[in-house]
């Protein structure tokens, strides 16, 4: 039986997304799964730009329903956190109780990034917590980001792959995504 | 029957965080409600840092797992887009069929605010899609916020309340909050 995994990531908003999601597809049949992927590729028309946004949510949502696990691509983007419609997935997909599994082509931990959001101008509080100059609290636990994120794929025994990406190939280094899919291939042996 | 709603948002990361939640809670009593709040506030004692951030994610899902519906709170947080705790908490009560609810204190809509963060530096190429200076493309939904959380409500009949917060209150403003939980009220009726 082969299982399929839901490609959850910001690679579709990149110009060459067809291509990345195509390298996806192959390395996932190369593993032994069927790629399932998201996007407006297929969508048909709709007549407010509204109506085609749901169109694709409906679509995204019942891709997830027939997937059998998720790898979801945390990378950091446009700015210090994962792409929010990905967090949307893996939250779904945990819920569904799937496998799931995460990377990041950044290596900084969230507390890290979330310094240099600040530069570096955090201080800690009596109450114990360390803020930023706006005086919200920075989350300390050593993830790649938002705990609900990362503590949601490790909970379940999934694999948080960390990798380490040129700037130019932020969104398109595939060797933590790599990581994903040879964890997803114990899991399911 | 008393029903149950998990007070999803940012404003945990406010210096007053517990004034705000206890807040929330009270105007959701009023409503009928009663009001389950996430947080660090009775999570114990864990031996790493890690550890005590899994405890959070733990209490957290079996807070959501608890509660029969959600309200989110999808104002930008630390850039442009919601908190992405929020939205995987938004997307794990998708999953579980559970009456969902959102709001922004931000009136400007997802697209304007991405057109903002690339200083208006925009353009729509030949293939149709309008990017940034990045070459990332832009959603234009009309939507709060990405397809996969703003579509996620209304697909479901939820509510997506859209206010308008002075910026020293953009956390703490819970005019759009009332209409959600008014909006549940009737749901729920």
Redesign the interface.
């Given at each position: 039986m082969v299982r399929s995994i839901y490609m959850a990531g910001?690679e579709v908003?990149?110009?060459n997304a067809r291509a990345i999601m195509e390298e996806k597809t192959r390395l996932a049949r190369e593993a032994g799964f069927r790629a399932i992927c998201p996007g407006d590729l297929d969508i048909p028309p709709a007549p407010?730009?509204?109506d085609?946004?749901?169109s694709?949510?409906?679509v995204?949502?019942e891709m997830?329903l027939e997937a059998d696990a998720i790898i979801a691509n945390l990378t950091p983007f446009?700015?210090?956190?994962?792409?929010?419609?990905t967090?949307?997935?893996?939250?779904?997909?945990?819920?569904?109780g799937k496998p799931v599994t995460a990377y990041t082509n950044v290596p900084e931990s969230h507390y890290a990034r979330?310094v240099a959001?600040y530069e570096g101008r955090v201080t800690r509080?009596e109450?114990g917590?360390i803020?930023g100059t706006d005086?919200?609290?920075l989350?300390?636990?050593?993830?790649i980001?938002?705990?609900?994120?990362?503590?949601?794929v490790?909970?379940r025994g999934g694999l948080v792959a960390i990798g380490s990406a040129a700037p130019d190939a932020l969104y398109t280094d595939l060797a933590a995504f790599r990581r994903c899919l040879a964890h997803l291939k114990d899991r399911f042996a």
């Open positions: 910001p908003f990149l110009p407010t730009k509204k085609f946004g749901l694709i949510s409906r995204d949502e997830m446009r700015g210090l956190a994962a792409d929010v419609g967090a949307f997935e893996l939250g779904f997909m945990c819920a569904l979330t959001y509080g109450d917590y803020r005086g919200l609290s989350e300390d636990f050593e993830m980001d938002n705990l609900m994120l990362h503590g949601g490790e909970r």
